[in-house]
């Protein structure tokens, strides 16, 4: 199965918040957009498979005011369940009140009362390393916070975090945007040239960086370490402000813990098996098909707004509606004769069950046997159908009798001889329908005569049911 990111059996939950504008602080102008960008990362199953509810998406003046930010806080770290990867991130406003206390800035935080109406870093913190069924918790820290108090706005800003550089607990990790004695600012850049120009807090620009196209490991899985050197990196060059970073006191993981899979590889990976998908649906193999299925049934359906995915869907499902007709033919023509060799009535239904429903809803939910059996009835389908030849037709269907009998045991009648199939011959349909009525006098075992009119070509060329009901 296709897939950028980490394995579904992994649990992981995130709280992402972003604020531009407060009740009583200075206007942001990139807070918000740094967390609908990243949002959309960490959302994507494919990159980063974080599970994030409405409610712990709290972008935005209404949607982040401190009962909000407080419950996705106690949702994340103190209520959860078992979870393997637990992420906070906020891009907003931080102040320190005049004890030294540090907070975190909701949208209708009082500037003069931060106790009351902001989240204490030091509570944060706290929560986030003794939470208990948690194995990897990360904070995400990009706050810019000039103006919260008149003992700040005198002097030089100060970093209100106070990040140790080790944490008493293994897989707790802090990332903030700057050190203590600078500030946290915002540029105006695209990501491309194909953008216009916008807003984001300079840490969060190069964290966006990273998790799509400029931190390129080969596997394309980005580790905490690799983010952490690439946006350091490139923000020294910029001399506004250094990141800092908290690690746990006993031992450093952050090579083993991915925080996305590259935006990048996954495009190009996504590229070339959707290429590779097209021209198998060319070669017009159901085998090959049903297994380009399995591959990329979660792209086709996550992605079905992209228009490249949407018009691959629609080919595929092209491409089984075509071999279901060839099934739907055969049906008609040849397996009321031949399935008297089966006297498994279980497979028999069965199969006629996939006959008739071959949709692409129905063969990406199969098990890997239930699948092989309809590749191996597309191609007796399409096989026969193309054929002429009664003794070319012939091994076709024991070839697929003995698929049959190896893969569900016996299934014919255990006390009597395997009844060789009667191959009937294909004949052309006239544009006149023949129907049975309720009276005709045709048994189903007269003659060995079917009594369905869909078998009605197994009669000779121009006899007729009345003819020989007589």
Request: with cysteine; glycine share 4%; charged share 25%.
């Amino acid at each position: 199965m296709f897939t950028g990111s980490t394995p579904d059996k992994e649990t992981r939950k995130a709280v992402i918040i972003g604020i531009n504008d407060y009740d009583e602080l200075p206007k942001l102008n990139g807070a918000e957009r740094d967390a609908k960008e990243i949002l959309e990362i960490l959302a994507d199953p494919d990159l980063g498979n974080f599970h994030i509810p409405e409610n712990h998406r709290l972008i935005g003046k209404d949607k982040a005011k401190f009962l909000d930010i407080r419950q996705a806080v106690s949702d994340l770290f103190w209520q959860t369940g078992p979870c393997d990867f637990a992420l906070f991130y906020f891009s907003g406003h931080g102040c320190v009140d005049g004890h030294g206390n540090a907070f975190i800035a909701p949208s209708d935080m009082k500037k003069d009362e931060p106790y009351i109406h902001g989240i204490g870093m030091n509570e944060l913190r706290e929560m986030m390393i003794k939470a208990p069924l948690i194995k990897v918790a990360l904070l995400i820290l990009d706050c810019c916070y000039s103006g919260a108090s008149e003992e700040q706005a005198k002097g030089p800003l100060k970093n209100p975090y106070q990040i140790p550089d080790k944490l008493p607990a293994e897989g707790r990790y802090i990332i903030a945007s700057s050190q203590q004695d600078q500030e946290s600012t915002e540029i105006c850049i695209p990501h491309s040239m194909e953008e216009d120009r916008h807003y984001h807090g300079i840490f969060s620009y190069y964290l966006l960086e990273a998790l799509r196209t400029k931190c390129d490991p080969e596997d394309g899985t980005i580790t905490l370490d690799k983010i952490t050197k690439y946006v350091g990196d490139e923000m020294s060059k910029q001399k506004r402000q250094r990141p800092q970073l908290g690690i746990p006191t006993s031992s450093d993981n952050m090579g083993q813990i991915c925080l996305a899979f590259s935006a990048k590889i996954f495009r190009e990976r996504l590229a070339d098996l959707l290429s590779k998908t097209k021209a198998d649906i060319k070669i017009r193999d159901p085998q090959t098909l049903i297994e380009d299925i399995v591959e990329i049934k979660d792209v086709l359906d996550r992605r079905s707004d992209e228009p490249e995915v949407a018009e691959l869907k629609r080919s595929i499902i092209a491409c089984l509606e075509e071999y279901n007709n060839y099934v739907k033919e055969y049906m008609r023509n040849y397996w009321y004769t031949h399935s008297k060799a089966i006297k498994n009535f279980e497979l028999k239904s069965q199969i006629s069950r996939f006959a008739y429903d071959m949709s692409y809803d129905k063969i990406k939910c199969l098990n890997e046997k239930d699948r092989e059996l309809i590749v191996n009835l597309c191609s007796l389908s399409m096989n026969i159908v193309t054929k002429n030849n009664n003794e070319d037709i012939e091994k076709i269907w024991n070839s697929f009798f003995s698929y049959l009998t190896n893969s569900f045991g016996t299934i014919s009648s255990p006390t009597s001889k395997t009844v060789q199939p009667i191959i009937a011959q294909p004949v052309t349909i006239q544009q006149t329908t023949v129907k049975l009525t309720p009276s005709s006098s045709l048994s189903p075992h007269q003659n060995e005569r079917p009594s369905s009119p869909v078998l009605a070509t197994s009669l000779h060329m121009g006899d007729s049911l009345d003819k020989k009901s007589n």
